[in-house]
């Protein structure tokens, strides 16, 4: 039986562009997308469209990471950075605003800025299939694509008014080709001192590039120039299910073994949450 398009992914069509031959007017069609020339797309019975085509990436956070997750911000701990996230974003939007979340993981900070937009539609893209069906669910006028940032966007010029990159991997190209003049890109990341206790204690968690700054003013510079700066740093108390939630969520979840955490003492019951948060404006 075909599944029914769902009506957040509805609300996004005229975004979206054939992955394959670049036109425009993705369709519906018995299940499926489909463009004018015929290529065709799935829509996953949970709710996103698969349109990934060729070989799959696979650097996507598995079944395990996106539930570690989805139970980590369920606590609230990275409210404050949603909340900046949000902020940011809503500042300059209009109330119409159409939001790409790109590596949207679950959805919890794409969901944020529409809680804040009352009238704004979002599109999540995330490679992992896990996190693409809570994607799907975190807000009602959320959709979610599949989709590897690393790639040319299956969107439209100039469609969005807000992407946002939280924690994610970045295409400044892309950015800047699907942003509209007016647009912000709102990108969130760590600095040095974010979870240092947890990083202390377990040294095979993947380390902070001392030079992650500079290297993100390289690849920003020629597209995007910085219109606001926000630092969010504040202690956070975690319970052990907590701290095993939040290095299991992360890329360190795949070089670290059972032994790593086995000792309750291995992992703190407070750490530091440390980010930076900047909207950029396009040249």
């Known amino acids: 039986m075909p599944v029914s398009l769902p009506p957040a992914l509805e609300l996004s069509l005229d975004l979206l562009c054939c992955p394959t031959c670049h036109t425009r007017h993705l369709h519906p069609d018995?299940?499926?997308?489909?463009c004018p020339v015929g290529h065709t797309f799935d829509i996953a019975?949970?709710?996103?469209?698969?349109?990934?085509?060729?070989?799959?990436?696979?650097?996507?956070?598995?079944?395990?990471?996106?539930?570690?997750r989805s139970r980590f911000l369920s606590t609230g701990t990275y409210a404050p950075i949603r909340k900046v996230g949000a902020h940011l974003a809503a500042d300059t939007a209009p109330e119409q605003a159409t939001v790409v979340d790109v590596g949207c993981g679950t959805g919890y900070y794409l969901?944020?800025?529409?809680?804040?937009?009352?009238?704004?539609?979002?599109?999540?893209?995330d490679?992992?299939?896990?996190?693409?069906?809570?994607?799907?669910?975190?807000?009602?006028?959320?959709?979610?694509?599949?989709?590897?940032v690393f790639r040319p966007f299956p969107l439209a010029d100039g469609v969005a008014d807000v992407m946002l990159d939280m924690f994610a991997p970045r295409n400044p190209a892309?950015?800047?080709?699907?942003l509209r003049p007016t647009g912000r890109l709102i990108v969130v990341r760590p600095t040095r001192r974010h979870l240092a206790e947890l990083r202390d204690r377990l040294p095979a968690m993947v380390t902070i590039d001392p030079a992650?700054?500079?290297r993100l003013h390289r690849a920003l510079d020629p597209f995007f120039e910085a219109a606001v700066t926000e630092q969010v740093e504040y202690p956070a108390t975690?319970?052990?299910?907590?701290a095993l939630d939040l290095?299991?969520?992360?890329?360190?979840?795949?070089?670290?073994?059972?032994?790593?955490?086995?000792?309750d003492g291995s992992l703190p019951d407070q750490v530091t949450v440390s980010v930076l948060a900047t909207a950029y404006q396009p040249r």
């Open 247 to 263: 290095v299991a969520m992360t890329p360190s979840a795949r070089h670290m073994s059972r032994a790593d955490l086995s000792d």
């Open 127 to 148: 490679t992992s299939v896990s996190a693409l069906r809570s994607a799907a669910r975190a807000h009602d006028r959320a959709a979610a694509v599949a989709w590897d």
């Open 30 to 34: 018995r299940g499926a997308l489909r």
């Open 212 to 214: 992650k700054e500079q």
């Open 45 to 68: 019975r949970h709710g996103y469209a698969g349109l990934l085509t060729g070989t799959r990436a696979t650097s996507g956070d598995d079944a395990a990471m996106v539930q570690a």
């Open 174 to 178: 892309e950015f800047h080709r699907v």
């Open 111 to 125: 969901a944020g800025v529409l809680d804040r937009l009352a009238g704004a539609r979002g599109l999540g893209l």
């Open 238 to 242: 975690l319970s052990r299910q907590d």
